[in-house]
C-alpha cells in the first residue's frame, strides 16, 4: 500500500508519525517543494527574527524523529497534479505515482502587494524569509515598516521594537486583528503597541511603494504611500496581508477548491484522499460552520485526525467521530503573553470576568445569544484553556462562565 | 513511566493540562505543576499526546 503526504511541515510530518503509531507499514511518500524540511514557524516571528536564538533551533519536534519514521522522504519535489479519481499525483520530478491514500498538507503562502518587489520587501512564511528579514534588521534601517496588523505583522512589530528599531504598523481595518477579535480588543492591541513605541495607522491603505535607484542600478524600497496622500518613509517593509491555501496545483483534479481543499466533516477530500492543517477547510461540527484554521496546534491535531481517518478508510475499519475542535493559538506580543480559543466574530459581545484591559492582564469571553463563541487571554493561560476545555464540551454560554463562578 | 518538564521552556499555555487535566494543572500564579511525577501506564498515550502538543517540547516521558 502507498500513501502520498503532499507537504513536509507540522501538519504532514504529524500524520506521517501518525500512520506509523497506528500500526500502517506500507510506503509513505512524503514530497515538499523546500529543500530541507521546513523549520517550526512561530519562532521565524519571535525568537529567531530577533536573534535570540540560533535557526537550527527553530524545529519541530516531529521533524526531528524523521529518520525513525521509515518514510520515502523527497524534498526539493513538489506535487504538481492531482486526478482524484484514480489517486495518481504527478510530481516535479516527473514521476507518476498511483496511490492509495493521499494527505493534502501543502499550507499557505503569504500574499505579497502587487506590482514590483523592490530589495527590502519581505514577507514573512519560512526560514529563508525569517533569515532575510533578519539579515536586513541586523543593518539597523531607520524606520521599519509593517503592512498589516495581523497577528504576524504585530509580532513582527513587537519584534522590531525589542531590537531597539524604529517601527510603523499600517492596517487598512478601523482596529489591528479586525478579521479574528471584536473591536474592543483590537484597540487593546493598537495600546499595546503604541504605549511600546510603536506608530500605529490604522483606517489607511497603501497606495504602493516608493523606491530609489542604488549605485549598482538596483532597486530598494523607500517608503510606503498610503491612499490618504501620506507616505510613511521606510527601508525595510514587512507584508503581513494574510496568506492564501497552496491549491493551485489542484486546479482540474476534481477536488472541491473553495477556501482551501473543501472537505467534509471528517477532513476527507474525497474517496482515500483528507486533507489537514493551513489548507483544509471542513465544516467544524460544534460551530456548525465551515472554518480553516491557520494555527499551529490545529495542523497538528488535524494531521493526528486525518491520517487516522484514512486509515480507517483503507483498512475499513470503523470511521472516526467528525472532527470537531475548538482552534486554540498563541502570540507573543512584548512581555504579554495572548492566547486565544474559538472562533469569535468581530460583533460578538464582549465580556471581561476577571481582570482588566488596564492591567494588560485579563479574560475576555466572547457571546453570541446563549452560546460562548471563544474565549481570549492576555497573561492567563489557565483560564484560556479551563473555558477551551468547557467549549469542547459545548459552547453554552453558562457552562463556559460557570469557569469564574 | 516519568514525567520530565522541563520548566526554562515551559511557557505555561496549558495545552498539556486540556489533555491530561489529572497530570498537569497550570495555576492561578501562572505556573506549571506537575500533580503525579509517575503517572501509571494507563495515561501513556495521553502523556505523549501532551507532549506531541506542547509547543515548547517541554515534556519528556522517561521509562
Ligand atoms: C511567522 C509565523 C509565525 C506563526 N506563529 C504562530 C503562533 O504563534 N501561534 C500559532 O498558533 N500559529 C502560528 N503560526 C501558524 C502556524 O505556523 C501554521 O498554522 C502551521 O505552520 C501550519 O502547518 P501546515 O503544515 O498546515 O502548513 P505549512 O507549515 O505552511 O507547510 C506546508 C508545506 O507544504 C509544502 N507545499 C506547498 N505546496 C506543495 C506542493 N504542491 N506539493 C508538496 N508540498 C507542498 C510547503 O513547502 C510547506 O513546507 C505562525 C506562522 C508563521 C508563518
Ligand atoms: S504544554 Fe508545554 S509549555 Fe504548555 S504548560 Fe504544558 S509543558 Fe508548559
Partial sequence: ?405 | MKIVVNYDLCESNAICMAVAPEVFEVRDDDFLYLLTEEPGEELREKMEESARRCPKQAITIEG
Fill in chain 1, 1 to 405: 500500500m502507498t500513501v502520498v503526504i503532499a507537504g513536509a511541515s507540522l501538519a504532514g510530518l504529524t500524520a506521517a508519525e501518525t500512520l506509523r503509531a497506528e500500526g500502517y507499514e506500507g510506503a509513505v511518500i512524503v514530497v515538499d517543494p523546500s529543500t530541507t524540511i521546513p523549520a517550526d514557524r512561530p519562532p521565524l516571528s519571535k525568537q529567531v527574527l530577533a536573534g535570540e536564538w540560533p535557526p537550527e533551533r527553530a524545529q519541530h519536534r516531529v521533524a526531528a524523529r524523521v529518520p525513525e519514521l521509515a518514510l520515502d522522504l523527497r524534498l526539493g519535489v513538489a506535487a504538481t497534479a492531482l486526478e482524484a479519481a484514480t489517486r495518481s499525483v504527478s510530481l516535479s520530478d516527473g514521476s507518476l505515482i498511483s496511490a492509495h491514500g493521499i494527505v493534502l498538507a501543502m499550507g499557505a503562502a503569504p500574499r505579497r502587494l502587487p506590482g514590483d518587489q523592490p530589495a527590502g520587501v519581505h514577507v514573512l512564511r519560512t526560514m529563508d524569509d525569517c533569515l532575510a528579514l533578519r539579515n536586513d534588521l541586523d543593518k539597523m534601517p531607520a524606520k521599519v515598516a509593517v503592512i498589516g496588523a495581523g497577528f504576524i505583522g504585530a509580532e513582527v512589530a513587537a519584534t522590531c521594537r525589542s531590537r531597539g528599531l524604529e517601527v510603523t504598523l499600517i492596517e487598512v481595518a478601523p482596529l489591528p486583528l479586525g478579521r479574528v477579535l471584536p473591536g474592543e480588543l483590537g484597540g487593546f492591541i493598537a495600546d499595546l503597541h503604541r504605549a511600546h513605541g510603536v506608530e500605529v495607522i490604522l483606517g489607511v491603505g497603501v497606495e504602493g511603494l516608493d523606491s530609489r535607484t542604488g549605485t549598482d542600478g538596483s532597486q530598494h524600497v523607500s517608503g510606503v504611500r498610503l491612499t490618504d496622500g501620506s507616505v510613511v518613509a521606510a527601508e525595510v517593509v514587512v507584508v503581513g496581508i494574510g496568506v492564501v491555501p497552496n491549491t493551485s496545483w489542484l486546479e482540474g483534479s476534481g477536488l472541491r477548491l473553495e477556501n482551501g481543499v473543501a472537505c467534509d466533516a471528517t477532513c476527507s477530500a474525497a474517496p482515500g484522499i483528507v486533507a489537514a492543517g493551513d489548507v483544509a477547510s471542513w465544516p467544524n461540527p460544534l460551530y456548525g460552520e465551515v472554518m480553516r484554521v491557520e494555527q499551529w496546534e490545529n495542523a497538528i491535531e488535524q494531521g493526528e485526525y486525518a491520517a487516522k481517518r484514512l486509515l480507517a478508510e483503507l483498512q475499513g475499519t470503523e470511521m472516526p467521530a467528525p472532527f470537531a475542535s475548538i482552534p486554540w493559538f498563541w502570540s507573543d506580543q512584548y512581555d504579554r503573553k495572548i492566547q486565544m480559543a474559538g472562533r469569535p466574530s468581530s460583533s460578538d459581545e464582549i465580556i471581561i470576568p476577571e481582570g482588566s484591559i488596564e492591567e494588560q492582564r485579563f479574560v475576555a469571553l466572547f457571546r453570541r445569544g446563549d452560546l460562548c463563541t471563544g474565549v481570549l487571554g492576555v497573561n492567563r493561560p489557565r483560564h484560556v484553556m479551563q473555558v477551551r476545555m468547557k467549549l469542547t464540551e459545548s459552547l453554552s454560554w453558562d457552562s463556559a462562565f460557570s469557569v469564574f463562578a
